[in-house]
């Protein structure tokens, strides 16, 4: 089935095909997901020709771990891909410990496809080093 509306674009990382020697595309439902993940993964200011574009997460990577700072990263994640991502519908993000890895925050995003009504979801690993 074709699902040309939900896009076609060079694929994340950045690699080559070895059976034909071009780029990997990430196409339709991968290619949202990789866009997500490159929102998540840009800091604000990092692209020179769009400040804007990004997620304002990576400012908080020196604060102290808090209910404040999990509720500022759940708004930071939520208003990026509500600004950059035009084909989803966040559904819930959640911002948790890992159990064994003290600095480590997953970022459990439910999302739906406004195409095609598809729900996908991913992990995001955000490391924060607390603050003294």
Known sequence: MSKPFLGIGTGFPLALDAKTHGVIRAEY???????????LGT???ERVMRPDFGC????????????????????????????????????EIEVENAPEQPNLLLIRIAYRIRANQATGNLVYPFYIKEGA
């Open 56 to 91: 304002g997460i990576h400012d908080l990577v020196f604060a102290t771990m808090s209910a404040s700072t999990i509720g500022r990263i759940d708004r930071e994640v939520h208003e990026a891909l509500l600004r950059h991502e035009p084909r989803i519908d966040v559904l």
């Open 29 to 39: 439902e991968e290619s949202v997901r990789q866009s997500i993940l490159i929102i």
């Open 43 to 45: 800091a604000k200011g």
